[in-house]
């Protein structure tokens, strides 16, 4: 059963993975022209022990601890995963939400 979840887990992360570096591109564009000037792209209280100013360490974050999910007890497997899903959810609505704002 963790398998199927770990597999689909790693395809989430490829999407978001994927999802960022376009997100960081647009950043970058953004910074050019003067604009997107924030230290953190997610708020501190975000679960996120990475707070930076792009997307792709948010996912680099994520896929250290779906290598941590793997070698964990059962006990410590549902606490990490619950904790994973909230920030994979966060992550993907943040990404979604910055794509969909025009580009100057």
């Known amino acids: 059963m963790h398998d199927a979840v ?4 790693n395809d989430t992360l490829k999407e978001l993975y994927h999802m960022a570096i376009d997100a ?4 970058a ?4 022209k003067g604009q997107a ?4 792209v997610l708020r501190e209280d975000s679960q996120f022990i990475t707070h930076t100013d792009h997307f792709l360490p948010y996912v680099a974050e994520l896929a ?3 290598e941590i ?11 990490l ?12 609505e943040t990404l979604q939400q910055f794509m969909r ?3 100057a």
Not at 29 to 32: A, C, G, S, V
Not at 69 to 79: F, G, K, M, N, P
Not at 81 to 92: E, G, T
């Open 29 to 32: 564009e953004l910074r050019t």
């Open 101 to 103: 704002l025009p580009s």
């Open 24 to 27: 960081d591109k647009k950043l």
């Open 69 to 79: 999910l793997v070698t964990v007890s059962e006990q410590e497997y549902q606490a």
């Open 37 to 40: 000037k924030f230290s953190a």
């Open 64 to 66: 250290e601890e779906l």
């Open 6 to 9: 770990t597999t689909k887990l």
């Open 81 to 92: 995963l619950s904790r994973m899903v909230h920030k994979i959810q966060l992550l993907a």
